[in-house]
Each structure stands twice: as C-alpha cells, then as structure tokens.
C-alpha cells in the first residue's frame, strides 16, 4: 500500500465517523421527538446544571457574588405537611345537627342513668348541589292611553334578554364552558340535556354573537390600555380553521397575543399567518416589543421606534435539544444561561428596585452574555458539522445576538416571551376538544371572549361570575366610564378573587 491510499483511506475514515456522528445524533433527536419529553428541563447527568450549581455555591460569578436571601428566623419545614387541607374558608357555611340517639341507646348500662353531653364533635365536608335549571315567569303592566298614544311600561330586568327569552346566568355559564373550559357547542348540548335543557349548537352560536356585541367595548379598552403600555411581548399560534375550498377540510389561521408587562392583554385573530396583522395593529405604537426568533411580524422588530428584545427561553430550547441529543458542549452554554435565569428570578423574589436590577444585571448578567458570544464564535470557528442541532443552537444564538442582549438594557424588562406563550397555552390546548374554527365570522369573536377571559385568569376572577355581572349592567354603563367594567378593576368594584 502506497502512502497516498493510506492518506486517502484516513481521510475516508475519518469523512465516515463524522457521518457516524451527525446520524446518531439525527436518530437521538427524532426518538426525542417521537417519545421525550416536551418540557425545556435539562436532561438529568451529572454534567448539567453542575457549572450552574458551582457559580453559586462556590461564588464563579465574574465579580462580586451575588448577595444571598436573608436568613429568616423560622427554619424552613422539610417535605409536605400530613393531614388534608383546610377547606376554603370564603366557601359559604351550611350549619347541620346530626340527631341523638335513641333515649334507650341513652341510657348507661352500669349506673342506669341518662348520660348527658360531653362535648361536641364538629366536621366540614366539601359539599355540591346540582345546577338547577327554571323558567323565570316575568310579567309587567302596560299603560294605554285612550287617545291612542304609545303605552308606557316598565323595562324587563337588565339580566334578561326578551328576545332569546333567556338571561346573564345561562349565558355566562355557556361562554365560561366555551372560551375557559374548552367544551365544544354540542358537548355543552349533552351536558344540558340532563337537566332537561333543550338548546340548540346553533343557538347557542347566536347567543355568543350577541354577548360579543355587547363586550365589544371592554375588547377595544384593552386593545388601547396595552397599546398604551410602551412594553409589548408579541406571540402567534396556529389555529384550524374550516376549509372554503374543499368540503371537510381545514387551513391553518392564527391567533396573536399581545401581552402589556405585568398587565392585560388581548388576542386578535386572522386567518394566515402573515405579519401584516400585527404590523397593521402596531402600526403607530413605539416602545418595547419582545418576540420570539420568528420572522412573520411584517417587519416591526425593525421598525423606526420599536426596541425589539429577544427571548432567551427560545434559545435555549435548541440548546436543552443539543444536550438531549448526546452533545456535552451544550451543557456548558445551559450552564451559563441558567444563571441568567437564576438572577432575574432572584431580582422578582425580592422585588428588586429598577436601579439596582440594572446593576445587577451590569456587574453578572453582562459578563456572562460577552462570555457566552465567546463560546459561541469560537465554536463555529472550530466546528464544521452543519446538521447536528449544536450548529443549530449556536446559529440562533449568534443570529439573535442584538435583540437578545436588548433584554439587559431596559428595566423593567424580562429576558423570555413566556408571558405571551403562557397566554396561548390554554388556548392551544383546548384546540383538542373544539378542533376547529367553524366560520370566518367566528374567529373575531372567539378572540374577544378569549381576550376577556384570559384577563379573568390573571386577576384571579370567576370569569362566570364577571360574564353574568358585566352582561347585566352594560347597556346602562356610560362608555366613558368602560374602564371599569375590564377584569382588572371589576375586581376591587364587586367581587373577591379567587385564592
């Protein structure tokens, strides 16, 4: 054998594991994908999360060590405490008194006297009545005048709708099992039906079009109160949608979500995908807006008076990917990412003032940044494999490298869109019972109830309770004064929230 096939069949050899290498790490990441896990939390070894765990045990941070939680004088209780949980105690209280004995069973055996009462012996039990369904008989006087003029009566109640001859109570319930709980029309029907309830799907349709008439202007005071906001986190999910063209068949529309920092939101609905939504919505706001690394929003994050952040929790997904796949590299990255983490949790535990997060963030966050861009660009310097999800991870990180270190220079701000993707998360899930939008006229309508509900949930309301409240008061209310009526300050007006 020469010298030049010996060179020849290295380099082939060395061509081959190469090949090797990038189809295990294929083959890892589709058994991922077909039978892992779909949470962002490492896989458990002894490699990840230990760099992480030595930057603050041991103080590795690149200057001075993060300042510890202060010592409280309880010590902290160890595992779950036994016995079940108190009931809730804003739960209405119902007194019952358990009859006595019999006097024969009262009499004692040995000195044959009545015995008399020791003590009493008290327990609370969770208890339930059924819904109970009636027929409200309402009846008014009509004045007639005897020259012909036109009658004079009184108004029906305000949470009665005459024409679809049902009231607040029965609508709410239907939208709370609609846009909160996620029961399609016809599972609804059923449900009804039990209670010996005849109501059609289509009815029910018509009833939620005109709850959504009537709340259509708590939807536009929340489009405005986050558009006033100057901080928007902005985020899209598919949603099926009935087919025009071909009987049966379905076309993937979208549901975007606007989320103002710590305050409300609103969904807007169309029926692709494209950016010209949000651009069209957006089109006079300037501030903060914080997206994924998607490139479907018309062009905003570049737009003259936008700042756009990027999300660390969407790069790190490609990372936690790589890890799962079989390549170590990746931990040292995670590592430094869950710092990043770490302190902004830190900063919200302790509510953490703005000049001192920005501090924060200058003396430990930064460095670790500079650090990680490092890592990253000597990695593409060194590694040659293109198809692994490693390259894949390292490239988003260095495509996103602006938006991503945009995150550490505002304050207040967040360093993920996870409150836009939490927002959307109830709504894809329960995708799985409804299926589908069944109309074009539906979707609009849809994003309005999920819009106020979704708000109901972060106040920690009773969307059915608000739906029944609002429905009933806001023909009456002045439009001036809306503001009011939203899930945020319906609170502190009416009712407690929910613990």
Not at 373 to 381: C, E, N, Q, S, T
Request: glycine fraction near 6%; aromatic fraction near 8%.
């Amino acid at each position: 054998m020469t010298t030049a096939d010996a060179t020849r069949l290295v380099e082939e050899n060395q061509q081959l594991k190469a090949e090797l290498r990038v189809l295990s790490l294929q083959v890892k990441e589709l058994q991922k994908q077909l039978f892992g896990r779909r949470s962002d939390k490492r896989p458990d070894s002894e490699e990840s999360g230990q760099g992480m765990l030595e930057g603050i045990q041991e103080g590795a941070w690149n200057e001075a060590q993060v300042p510890a939680a202060p010592k409280t004088r309880r010590p902290q209780r160890k595992g779950k405490k036994k016995g079940p949980k108190p009931l809730n105690p804003d739960l209405p209280r119902v007194s019952e008194v358990v009859d006595d004995p019999g006097l024969k069973e009262l009499i004692c055996p040995v000195t044959g006297k009545l015995m008399r009462v020791g003590f009493v012996e008290s327990i609370e039990v969770l208890s339930r009545v059924p819904a109970r369904y009636h027929v409200r008989s309402i009846s008014r006087n009509v004045f007639v005048s005897p020259a012909g003029e036109a009658p004079v009566y009184s108004p029906w109640p305000k949470n009665v709708m005459p024409k679809s001859r049902i009231d607040t109570g029965v609508i709410s319930s239907l939208l709370t099992g609609r846009f909160a709980d996620h029961q399609p029309y016809h599972r609804q029907q059923g449900q009804l039906a039990r209670f010996g309830v005849d109501l059609a799907p289509n009815t029910m349709v018509s009833l939620v079009k005109q709850a959504c008439e009537k709340l259509q202007p708590l939807y536009r005071c929340l489009i405005k109160k986050v558009l006033a906001s100057g901080y928007i986190q902005l985020d899209p999910t598919p949603i099926p949608m009935i087919s025009d063209k071909k009987s049966g068949s379905t076309k993937q529309a979208c549901m975007w979500t606007y989320r103002a920092l710590d305050g409300p939101e609103f969904f807007e609905f169309n029926q692709t995908k494209i950016g010209a939504t949000p651009a069209r919505t957006l089109d006079e706001y300037e501030g903060l807006l914080q997206t994924d690394g998607a490139t479907n929003f018309g062009g905003l994050p570049a737009k003259p008076g936008i700042t756009h952040l990027g999300c660390w929790a969407h790069s790190r997904r490609y990372f936690v990917t790589a890890a799962e796949s079989g390549e170590a590299c990746a931990n040292a990255y995670l590592d430094r990412i869950d710092r990043l983490f770490y302190l902004e949790r830190l900063a919200r535990r302790w509510k953490i003032k703005p000049e001192t997060l920005r501090r924060l963030r200058g003396r430990h966050s930064l460095p670790i940044i500079d650090e990680l861009f490092k890592m990253a660009r000597d990695y593409v310097a060194q590694e040659l494999l293109l198809k692994t999800p490693m390259p894949k991870a390292v490239k988003y990180l260095l495509g996103h490298e602006k938006p991503l270190r945009e995150c550490f220079k505002h304050v207040p701000s967040r360093i993920d869109n996870n409150l836009a993707e939490n927002a959307l998360r109830p709504l894809k899930l329960g995708a799985k019972n409804w299926l589908f939008i069944g109309h074009p006229d539906a979707g609009p309508r849809a994003a309005i109830m999920f819009t106020l509900v979704e708000n109901c949930r972060q106040a920690k309301i009773n969307p059915e309770a608000y739906f029944a409240d609002v429905l009933a008061r806001i023909d009456d209310h002045p439009n001036s004064r809306i503001e009011e009526l939203i899930p945020q300050n319906w609170v502190a007006q009416n009712h407690p929230v929910i613990n």
